[in-house]
């Protein structure tokens, strides 16, 4: 088990290693659960979008306009992680 060392700020450092097996990247964020007993709860923040964020995303990058049967079978092979 993974031990950390605890600065004079109060700051701990995680290990790449851990940080690889949240899916974490520099610049990304963490949060932190308290648990009963004086644990914690380390999670991943992942980012939550709206559809009007997403909707205009690509306008603008492309001219080519994608048939709903194009669109269909891309959303079917990102649904099957095809993509």
């Known amino acids: 088990m993974p031990t950390l060392t605890v600065t004079t700020k109060g700051q701990v450092t995680l290990k ?3 940080l690889q097996h949240l899916g974490i ?10 648990l009963p007993g004086g644990e914690l709860r380390v999670r ?3 980012p939550t979008g709206t ?5 205009g995303l690509l306008a603008g990058k492309t001219d080519k306009a994608a ?17």
């Open 44 to 46: 991943a923040v992942r």
């Open 25 to 34: 990247k520099p610049g990304e964020r963490v949060e932190l659960e308290k």
């Open 67 to 83: 048939t709903i049967e194009e669109i269909n079978e891309a959303a079917a092979s990102g649904w099957a992680g095809e993509a």
């Open 51 to 55: 559809i009007d964020g997403f909707l």
């Open 16 to 18: 790449r290693d851990l």
